[in-house]
């Protein structure tokens, strides 16, 4: 079980990123008070997570409704979290894990940035939620495999959550540099984690054993 819980607290990090959700929500809320800053951290994070608990809790039966085999969701999650390390140890920004330059521009006129952009797709954004579909997949309905999996998803939002609220020393603090090195560690291990999926997907499709 510690080694599952590892495992999915390591691709929750990855594909969040709490520090670049940080650096991103002090960005956002330079003109804001104390009180409105953790009104909005506490509006994100419980958006965010619940967004990732449905898909995790759901996203199962609902690829079974959509006719899209688990096989297919390994396989196109693989490939997903892959071109999301490969900009993590590049230390690129890519829309799966933070906001597009039109995103920001629509986010400069609004109040109220608590749903759009911190919740999604900062917090839930399509990495984090193939994760969360794939990890629940991978525990395949053992109770002590799903426990390590939403320990781990409500682990890594409640760090996005203090980090969000410790905003302006984390920037200060990390720095630019900082959040990078971070970025690129966790990149290489959610490569890894990325190839293993592809495999498996590969693998349980059957589809190099059916043309043999």
Same mark, same amino acid.
């Given at each position: 079980?510690?080694?599952?819980?590892?495992?999915?607290?390591?691709?929750?990090?990855?594909?969040?990123?709490?520090?670049?959700?940080?650096?991103v929500f002090a960005a956002l809320?330079?003109?804001?008070? @104390?009180?409105?800053?953790?009104?909005?951290?506490?509006?994100?994070?419980?958006v965010g997570g619940g967004i990732?608990?449905?898909?995790?809790?759901?996203?199962? @039966?609902?690829?079974?409704?959509?006719?899209? =085999?688990?096989?297919?969701?390994?396989? &196109?999650?693989?490939?997903?979290?892959?071109? !999301?390390?490969?900009?993590?140890?590049f230390a690129r920004g890519s829309?799966?894990? =933070?906001?597009?330059?039109?995103?920001?521009?629509?986010?400069?006129?609004?109040?109220? !940035?608590?749903?759009?952009?911190?919740?999604?797709?900062?917090? &839930?954004?399509?990495?984090?939620?193939?994760?969360?579909?794939?990890?629940?997949?991978?525990?395949?309905?053992?109770?002590?495999? !799903?426990?390590?999996?939403?320990?781990?998803?409500?682990?890594?939002?409640?760090?996005?959550?203090?980090?969000?609220?410790?905003?302006?020393?984390?920037?200060?603090?990390?720095?630019?540099?900082?959040?990078?090195?971070?970025?690129?560690?966790?990149?290489?291990?959610?490569?890894?984690?990325?190839?293993?999926?592809?495999?498996?997907?590969?693998?349980?499709?059957?589809?190099?054993?059916? =043309?043999?």
């Open positions: 079980m510690l080694d599952s819980t590892i495992i999915a607290f390591a691709t929750f990090f990855a594909t969040i990123g709490p520090p670049d959700v940080a650096i809320t330079l003109k804001n008070t @104390p009180r409105q800053r953790l009104v909005l951290a506490t509006k994100a994070v419980l990732l608990l449905f898909f995790a809790f759901l996203g199962k @039966p609902l690829l079974t409704y959509l006719g899209i =085999s688990l096989a297919a969701m390994r396989t &196109a999650g693989g490939i997903l979290l892959l071109l !999301i390390a490969i900009d993590m140890v829309g799966a894990t =933070s906001t597009t330059e039109e995103e920001e521009t629509e986010t400069a006129a609004r109040d109220d !940035i608590s749903v759009f952009p911190l919740a999604t797709p900062l917090i &839930a954004g399509p990495g984090a939620i193939g994760a969360a579909i794939l990890l629940m997949a991978q525990a395949q309905g053992d109770p002590q495999g !799903i426990a390590a999996v939403i320990g781990a998803l409500l682990a890594v939002l409640l760090l996005v959550f203090l980090l969000m609220i410790a905003a302006s020393q984390v920037q200060r603090v990390l720095g630019v540099t900082g959040v990078h090195v971070v970025t690129r560690v966790m990149g290489i291990l959610l490569a890894a984690l990325a190839v293993q999926f592809l495999f498996d997907g590969i693998i349980e499709s059957g589809v190099f054993s059916s =043309s043999a």
